[in-house]
């Protein structure tokens, strides 16, 4: 059974499985391959969707975690963590809308939206990795 303490890991399991998935869509989109990008980005959607029902659990439910580190470090992750929040704020609304876009076959729209969403959800896929790094395994804390 999965423990509340656990829930940090397994988000950034998640992130790291959306970020594989992002990366394979893009690829697959590249080659031509449109429904081996579609299944791989449908599959990014949902294990984001996965990913953000955890956190929020973990928020409620979970022990307000501080980062312990110093010296330079310091600013280093409050940078990457305020620009994650930042973004990771807008993911869930232009991800649906880009989605929703290639569902409905409006696919020069999509395009156009998916420049923006790629590269924003992408950033937060591997900045929400690093943050637990950071938090988790680099500086524990106590």
């Not at 312990?68 to 990771?88: D, E, K, N, S, W």
Request: hydrophobic share 50%; aromatic share 12%.
């Amino acid at each position: 059974m999965i423990e509340i303490a656990d829930l940090p890991a397994v988000n950034a399991a998640l992130n790291s499985v959306s970020l594989i998935l992002l990366v394979a869509g893009y690829v697959q989109i590249q080659r031509g391959r449109v429904k081996a990008h579609q299944c791989c980005m449908t599959a990014a959607f949902c294990v984001s969707t996965a990913f953000l029902a955890s956190y929020l659990t973990y928020r409620l439910l979970g022990e307000e975690k501080r980062f312990t580190g110093q010296g330079l470090i310091r600013p280093i992750y409050f940078f990457i963590l305020i620009t994650h929040v930042i973004l990771a704020a807008t993911v869930p609304i232009l991800a649906g809308r880009t989605l929703y876009l290639a569902l409905r076959g409006r696919f020069t729209q999509h395009r156009r939206i998916a420049r923006i969403t790629f590269p924003i959800w992408m950033y937060v896929s591997v900045t929400g990795v690093l943050v637990y790094l950071f938090l988790f395994q680099l500086y524990p804390g106590r």
